[in-house]
Nanobody, 132 residues
Framework: QVQLVESGGGSVQSGGSLRLSCAAS????????MGWFRQAPGKEREGVAAIDSYGRTSYVDSVKGRFTISQDNAKSTLHLQMDSLKPEDTAMYYCAAASAPPPYYPRDYCARRLLKGDFDHWGQGTQVTVSS
């Protein structure tokens, strides 16, 4: 059973930074997408960033240049470094995982799944609040 547990959320002022982490267990896919999503009150869930088993990354336009997704395969941990935070980044952030087709999948495969919110496993979320 796949389990995803997020940590690192909190409250910061505009311009500040936070680093989110997601500890994954029970996950044995050799080809996969890992992603971060967020949902603000009254808004739809939005895909923020994704990384695949080849280390290829994709981001929603609103966070490009400010957020960085990375993974530590040895520790089965996903990270999201968030810099230059803005009040509009305030949301619940969720870690998610999905399998990808072997033996190879195109570069935009995880980006397309991120856009659709089409991931198989989800964490419980961690709150990020950015004050102006």
């Amino acid at each position: 059973q796949v389990q995803l547990v997020e940590s690192g959320g909190g409250s910061v002022q505009s311009g500040g930074s936070l680093r989110l982490s997601c500890a994954a267990s029970g996950y044995s896919y050799s080809n996969y997408c890992m992603g971060w999503f967020r949902q603000a009150p009254g808004k739809e869930r939005e895909g923020v960033a994704a990384i695949d088993s080849y280390g290829r990354t994709s981001y929603v336009d609103s966070v490009k240049g400010r957020f960085t997704i990375s993974q530590d395969n040895a520790k089965s941990t996903l990270h999201l470094q968030m810099d230059s935070l803005k009040p509009e980044d305030t949301a619940m952030y969720y870690c998610a995982a999905a399998s990808a087709p072997p033996p190879y999948y195109p570069r935009d495969y995880c980006a397309r799944r991120l856009l659709k919110g089409d991931f198989d496993h989800w964490g419980q979320g961690t709150q990020v609040t950015v004050s102006s």
